[in-house]
Structures are given as C-alpha cells and as structure tokens.
C-alpha cells in the first residue's frame, strides 16, 4: 500500500506518551553519575555551605527557564527530533543539519560512555564479570534496542522502572545518611582551590559545574510528537522533571554536608562514596557501585530513543535516506534505532566516545543556545503561530537562560580551548555531509 512500510505505518509515530514518561525520561537523563563527583569540587570552590546550597538552587532556576523555553519550541512545534527541529525552522535546513548532526552523535557517544561504564564497573566486580567486560558494551546497547524495537510502550516503561530505581537509590542514601551518620564537625582547616579571579572565578567555576550536572532538562522535548497533549504535558513533565532533580541534588548535597566534614567532602573526588563509607563502613563501596550501576541504564535507554528521533526527523525533511522513516507497528522509527545502535557499538568498541564526549561539552551549549535563540527568532517572526504554551516573563526569562548560555560557552572555550575548536571543526563537517545527504535523498 502506497504510503505505507512493510512493517507499520511510513513516517508516523504513536501519540501514546504523557507527563510520567516525561518525567521519567528527565530524571532518569539528568542525574547520573555527575551527582555523585561535582558536589566535592563545588564545595572546595565556595567553602560555604551555605553557598554551596545556594548555588546548587540557582542551578536549578537555569534548568527551570531553560525548560521553559524549549517547552514553548516542543509545544508549538510537536515533531521528533528536538534541536533540530527548532534550528531548521528558526535558520534553515543547513543550520538545523548541523544542530541535528551534532546532537545524534552526542546521544550516540552518551549510549556508548554508558555502556563502557558499566563494563568497567562489572570488570571491577572480578570473578567471571571480569572476563565478559569486553563483551558488555555491545550486549547492553544491543539489549535497550531490543527493548526499543518491541515499542514506544516498551521503551516508556524501561525508562520509567529504571529512572525510579535510580531515583530511589539516591533518596536511600540519603535517608540512611540522616538516620544512620553524625552530625560531622571539621577537624582541619578548610583548603580553597584558587582562581584567577578570585571569589568570582569560585563562582564561575562552581556555577559551570552544577549547571553541567543539570544537563537533561530538555531531555523531554525529543518526544514532542509521541505525547498525547504535548500543550499540556510537555510543560508539566519538565517542570515536574526539574523539581524532582532538584530535589534530590539538594537532599544529597545537604546530606554531604551532615556528615561530612567540610575539608573532607572539598578534597574528595567521589563524596558520595565518602558519604558511604561513613554510614556503611567499608560495605560503603557497595553502595556507591549499585548506585552508579542504576545511574546508567536510564540514559543508555533516553540515548538511544532520542537518537533515532534525531534521524526520523531529518529523514522526514529529507537530510537522510527516507527508509529512516520506517516506523513498526509499535512505534519505533527502527531504521533510526539501529543507525544509533550501530554507531553507538562502534563508538563503544573503539573507544572513540571519549574524545566526542569531551568535544561535546561545547557542543552540547551550542545546542542550548540554539534553543533559546530560535524562541526569539520565531517569536518575532511568526507571531501567528500557535504556541499551546508560552515561556513566561518573555523576554526577561528566556533572556537570561541566553546569556548565561553564551557566558557559559565563551567559558568552555577558555578552559579548553584544544577541544572547543576540534567541535567547532565538526559543526563545519555538518556543510559537506549536508550536501551529500541531501543530494542522495532526492
């Protein structure tokens, strides 16, 4: 039948999604392992507790507008493939290949680091765990696109069990922080790391730090199209996402700050497995493991369904193949799937994904910035469009998310500048394999 692919319905996703899958692809994006090493940096940079608080709510405002602002995008435009489909509307199909380009391989290298982490966690379980180490990075990305082909419906509850796992481990380490550890009182004089520019280089540093380990608002936004009321739950399921990251960065944080000396928890690299080992014992090391093992499997998963609707969404405009479109009767554009999981195993396999994870610390505020640039350029440019949703305190809100993004990455060039012009190189490949891409499709 003309229109349609052999195993379901060309170029059409199911409109099955709400606010718990949201959610959940929020939560279980944004907090992983980031949580568990930057407290103990932030703290050595501000040497305040209550600073340090402070600033861990002021990162989570940023995350809050920056939601905002990409829920208006999302609702007024419910289409798979997130940055992309805001950059092309806002600059054009070049610019929108380049912002799409980027965020598929940063999803790709995101699949593969996790896959990798987890094998280096079994490997350092020992016994047999050791010996299959190098076979567990593809068996798991192969694994969650398994789980993807069978459906949306499979791939929304994979997220939702093992984002409430992870989110769970986090709160019972803090409950047992609480109820089990001492009130802790320092024993050695506090040792501030120094700035060049002081107490503002301190805050600098400590706000990139947090405003890092918040990465995955906008996580949401991919799925726009396969919500059921993307008006109504996309809003909700990111602002709900945010508050409950929120929520439990500042329960870990002031459970840190209990029963941790404040020198100790500055010069620890891994404060969560100090806080462990306080409560627990040497037992603590089981706990930190069990942690990081339930903090991968949710972003393998969100990583693998946001790649493919990278790819569905510029197969639908014609910047890749058009098979890309195929969706199955469950509802997974599983041309896309297995483009991401292919790239993903290779990436894993060679060993590639940390270089373009370190590349992708630019990359990933470019995308941002694109974001929020294209709101103003659309809202001034098609005013009729029917916004279901609207960032509010515009342009104030969505102002300051820019500025602090453009702030930020003038930063990220600074601090590393090596690996800010190879992402810069990359975002300039996006024009030849652009042309070629769009060339093949016709």
């Not at 969650?144 to 769970?168: E, M, P």
């Not at 990933?364 to 001034?380: D, G, Y």
Request: glycine content about 12%; some cysteine.
């Amino acid at each position: 039948m003309a229109g349609r692919s052999i195993a379901g319905e060309r170029g059409k996703l199911l409109r099955v999604l709400g606010v718990a899958f949201g959610l959940a692809v929020t939560v279980g994006v944004t907090i992983g392992a980031g949580i568990l090493r930057r407290p103990g940096a932030v703290a050595g940079a501000l040497g305040d507790p209550w600073l340090i608080m402070a600033m861990w709510t002021l990162g989570a405002v940023y995350a809050l507008l920056a939601s905002l602002a990409v829920a208006e995008l999302a609702a007024a435009l419910p289409q798979a493939g997130g940055f992309f489909v805001w950059s092309r509307r806002a600059f054009g199909p070049g610019a929108g290949f380049a912002i799409g380009w980027c965020d598929f391989l940063g999803n790709c290298a995101v699949a593969a680091y996790c896959s990798v982490a987890m094998s280096e966690l079994a490997a350092g379980m020992g016994g047999r765990l050791r010996d299959w180490a190098p076979a567990v990075p593809p068996a798991l990305l192969l694994l969650f696109a398994a789980i993807q082909a069978a459906g949306i419906r499979s791939g929304s509850l994979t997220q939702k069990i093992t984002s409430a796992l992870l989110a769970g481990g986090y709160l019972a380490l803090v409950a047992a922080a609480f109820l089990f550890g001492h009130r802790a009182e320092s024993s050695a004089p506090l040792i501030r790391r120094e700035f060049v520019l002081g107490g503002l280089g301190a805050l600098i540093f400590a706000f990139q730090s947090i405003v890092v380990t918040y990465d995955g608002w906008y996580e949401a936004g991919y799925f726009a199209e396969e919500m059921s009321d993307p008006g109504r739950d996309l809003p909700r399921s990111m602002v709900a996402g945010v508050v409950s990251v929120t929520a439990v960065y500042l329960l870990i944080n002031g459970a840190l700050l209990y029963a941790l000396p404040l020198d100790r928890l500055a010069a620890s690299e891994l404060p969560a497995s100090e806080l462990a080992r306080a409560v627990f014992g040497e037992s603590g090391r089981q706990w930190i493991t069990a942690l990081s093992l339930l903090a991968l499997p949710p972003a393998i998963n969100a990583s693998l369904l946001g790649g493919s609707r990278v790819v569905f969404g510029l197969a639908r405009h014609g910047l890749v193949w058009s098979s890309a479109l195929a969706v199955n009767r469950g509802g997974t554009p599983y041309v896309g799937l297995a483009l991401t999981a292919v790239v993903a195993v290779g990436l894993a396999i060679s060993g590639t994904f940390a270089r373009l994870l370190a590349l992708y610390g630019f990359l990933a505020v470019v995308l941002h910035c694109s974001a929020f640039t294209a709101l103003f350029v659309l809202r001034r440019r098609e005013p009729q469009l029917v916004r279901p949703f609207r960032v509010p305190a515009f342009p104030w809100a969505p102002g300051a998310v820019l500025a602090t993004g453009a702030l930020f990455l003038a930063g990220v060039i600074m601090t590393d500048t090596a690996s800010s012009l190879v992402a810069l190189a990359l975002l300039a490949l996006s024009a030849p394999v652009y042309r070629l891409l769009a060339s093949a499709s016709k």
